[in-house]
């Protein structure tokens, strides 16, 4: 339940980030700001303000973040229907009695 929750979570905080940087970031900002390097190495020369900088590591943490909540929700929906835990799945026990059809 975690995991769907910060996944949903994670998506709506993407899409205000998403919403954020095509109003005002784009407004102080060029589309090339964007990017975790080119910010990177225009806050350290002064083109671009700490605060923006940070607020870039922060949309790239959400998205980094995003992707791995989507992988490990996927990997847990797919052990449950399997109807074993990822335990006996990584470490190939047999399960004799699921009392399941």
């Known amino acids: 339940m975690f995991v769907f929750w910060s996944t949903v979570a994670l998506?709506?905080?993407l899409g205000h980030g998403?919403?954020?940087?095509?109003?005002?970031f784009a407004e102080r900002n060029?589309?090339?700001?964007?990017?975790l390097p080119v910010t990177a190495v225009r806050v350290l020369s002064g083109a671009v303000t700490l605060l923006d900088g940070v607020?870039?590591?922060i949309f790239y943490s959400l998205g980094w973040f995003l992707?791995?909540?989507v992988r490990f929700a996927v990997e847990q929906w797919r052990v449950?229907?399997?109807?074993?835990?990822?335990?006996?799945l990584d470490h190939h026990i047999?399960?004799?009695c699921r009392l399941s059809p």
């Open 18 to 24: 998403a919403v954020y940087a095509f109003t005002d």
């Open 55 to 57: 607020m870039v590591i």
């Open 11 to 13: 998506t709506l905080s």
């Open 67 to 69: 992707v791995a909540s």
């Open 80 to 88: 449950v229907r399997q109807g074993v835990t990822s335990f006996e």
């Open 30 to 35: 060029s589309a090339w700001d964007l990017l």
């Open 94 to 96: 047999k399960v004799s």
